[in-house]
């Protein structure tokens, strides 16, 4: 995908904020620090357009950016922040449920896992979660960069049985160091949304 042009649309809270106009979206959602900001700046070949915003005592919103006027991205707040009161963790998980179960332009969930650790509870969960809702999930195990070539397999397959990932779900070996993965996420992407 040759990206032209990326910017953020509005950082929302609430549905009332979400953009209109129908674009079809992907969302992108990881735990706290696994390398979600760095997925996306690669993808859209930017060096500090996502951010991480994933610190405790930090607003927690939906981002949204918009892709060569076509598609929106959009960056769901990390999870699994040991230090986030209960009820800042409440407050994040009707945010995004609201959104993921409502939202009728969502086409497809990034879940971004690190590729070198089993899948966390909360990576369990977020996927089971969304398969319950049936939504399609690109897998993109990131930082393949700090295990060697010889051990990419295994990593992919103990993340593949630990989610027991779906027939209809893909996996993507990424690294946003050496951009490994980049063109294969954008296929994904790119069937999923139509673009
Ligand atoms: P976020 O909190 O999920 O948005 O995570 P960030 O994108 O901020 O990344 C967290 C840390 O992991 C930063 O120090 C990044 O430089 C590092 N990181 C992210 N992706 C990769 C990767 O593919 N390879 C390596 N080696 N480090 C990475």
Do not use: C
């Not at 959009?74 to 995004?96: L, T």
């Not at 497809?108 to 999930?137: E, S």
């Amino acid at each position: 995908m040759k990206v032209t042009s990326s910017e953020i649309v509005i950082s929302a809270v609430k549905p009332e904020q979400y953009p209109d106009g129908g674009l079809p979206e992907i969302a992108l959602a990881g735990r706290s620090n696994v390398g979600k900001s760095s997925f996306i700046n690669k993808l859209l070949n930017r060096k500090n357009l996502a951010r991480t915003s994933s610190k405790p005592g930090k607003t927690q919103t939906l981002n949204f950016y918009i892709i060569n006027e076509v598609l929106h991205f959009v960056d769901v707040p990390g999870y699994g922040f040991a230090k986030v009161s209960k009820s800042e963790r409440d407050a994040w998980g009707r945010m995004i449920e609201t959104y993921l179960t409502n939202r009728e332009e969502l086409k497809a969930v990034v879940l971004i896992i690190d590729v070198r650790h089993k899948p966390t509870k909360d990576d369990i969960m977020m996927y089971n979660f969304l398969k319950h809702y049936g939504i399609p999930v690109i897998v993109v195990a990131t930082k393949a960069d700090k295990i060697p070539k010889t051990k990419w397999q295994k990593h992919v397959k103990i993340v593949e049985e630990e989610l027991d990932l779906a027939e209809e779900d893909s996996i993507v070996l990424f690294s946003a160091e050496t951009a490994k993965g980049k063109e294969e996420a954008w296929g994904a992407i790119k069937r999923l949304t139509g673009v």
